[in-house]
């Protein structure tokens, strides 16, 4: 039976690390007893080999009942075999703006001390598409699909994003000097509706001097807006600037369903061995809350997962020798 208010959403808890990190925050949500249901689907590579199917019209349709969905990482074979699940669900889905916040936490020492840049990427199309072929033997190609319906909404969503969290800038970052179809269009619709927002400062960047000047000084940026591929490469980039992604949330948000998850992989060097830091998933948890409006649960959690950091009981990733569960059982402690 579901308590009265609580709301049902559904849990992927996906491939390698992603068993442990789900379980961990689902043992703090019961700790903190968070008013949330969870309505459970196993998928991923792991799923595909006793059902498959990397994903099942159950766990779709679940999405698309509850409208809210918790992922844990999930294996993509490099080089061949199938489509990504991470892609199909997002084209599925529909979820086509990928936020990824990366902010300095004080607790963990990093060469930068104010880092606070939001990452909006574009989440549906560009190289993503998933359009490859073999024109002849030894030559392939990869189709870079940019259109200004997807372009025009992901810009719109930056800079609606800016309004509503008080931010005031928002780069677009791009290579139209030599994608000039591609890039180009990316950015005559980022220009258009930047025109909308006088109160925001607009500005582009091209990628590759992006990146020198994100890891020369990152304080420069605030909101980046950027097409698919450029977007994930940059959004890795920033969390290894606030401490690793350990620690990196992200939200995927789409008119269907909105689907929350940390920005790193299922981490196979050390999936099964209670190592991962499930700290970005308990960070994503936080913002999952944030959107259902549960603002004092999402709180009570990160300022949990905070103190924690801020301790003795460090996962390796960032320096420390404790487990998983220890860490979480920290973290429940600190509530
Ligand atoms: P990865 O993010 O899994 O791992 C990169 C490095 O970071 C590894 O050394 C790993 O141990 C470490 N790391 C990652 N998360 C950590 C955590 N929570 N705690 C401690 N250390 C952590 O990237 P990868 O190795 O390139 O990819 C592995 C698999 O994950 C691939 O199949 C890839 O397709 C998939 N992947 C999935 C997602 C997703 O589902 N959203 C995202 C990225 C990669």
């Known amino acids: 039976a579901v308590a009265a208010g609580s709301r049902t959403v559904t849990l992927f808890p996906g491939d390698g690390i992603g068993r442990e990190i789900s379980s961990a925050l689902q043992k703090v949500f019961t700790a903190a007893s968070v008013p949330v249901v969870w309505d459970t689907y196993d998928v991923g590579a792991e799923a595909a080999e006793r059902t498959g199917s990397l994903i099942t019209k159950e766990?779709?349709?679940?999405?698309?009942?509850?409208?809210v969905c918790l992922k844990g990482p999930t294996a993509t074979p490099i080089g061949k075999g199938h489509k990504s699940l991470n892609v199909t669900l997002r084209q599925t889905l529909d979820i086509y703006a990928n936020v990824r916040p990366a902010k300095t936490i004080a607790a963990v020492p990093t060469r930068y001390e104010k880092v606070d840049i939001v990452i909006v990427r574009e989440n549906t199309e560009d190289?993503?598409?998933g359009q490859e072929a073999v024109i002849t033997d030894g030559v392939n190609i990869s189709l870079k699909i940019i259109t200004e319906k997807a372009s025009t909404r992901i810009a719109k969503y930056a800079f609606e994003y800016a309004v509503a969290n008080g931010r005031k800038k928002v780069s677009a970052i791009h290579k139209a000097?030599?994608?000039?179809?591609?890039d180009g269009l990316f950015l005559e619709c980022c220009r258009k509706?930047?025109?909308e927002?006088?109160?925001?400062?607009?500005?582009?960047?091209?990628?590759d001097a992006t990146c020198m000047m994100l890891v020369q000084d990152p304080t420069k940026f605030d909101v980046m807006v950027l097409p698919n591929l450029y977007g994930d490469i940059v959004s890795d980039l920033a969390a290894g600037l606030i401490g690793g992604l350990g620690l990196t949330a992200s939200s995927n948000y789409g008119q269907k369903?909105?689907?929350?998850?940390?920005v790193h992989g299922t981490a196979p060097d050390i999936a099964g061995k209670d190592l991962a830091n499930p700290s970005a998933l308990?960070?994503?948890?936080?913002?999952m809350l944030r959107h259902l409006g549960l603002k004092t649960h999402a709180d009570q959690i990160e300022n949990a997962v905070l103190k924690t950091l801020k301790g003795s009981v460090k996962t390796k990733d960032l320096g420390g020798n404790s487990t998983c569960s220890e860490f979480t059982n920290h973290v429940i402690k600190n509530l």
């Open 177 to 182: 000097n030599i994608m000039k179809l591609t």
């Open 197 to 207: 927002y006088p109160q925001i400062t607009y500005d582009e960047r091209i990628i």
């Open 59 to 67: 766990a779709l349709d679940s999405v698309l009942r509850t409208g």
């Open 127 to 129: 190289l993503y598409a």
């Open 193 to 195: 509706v930047a025109k």
């Open 257 to 262: 369903a909105v689907l929350f998850e940390a």
């Open 282 to 287: 308990l960070f994503s948890g936080a913002m």
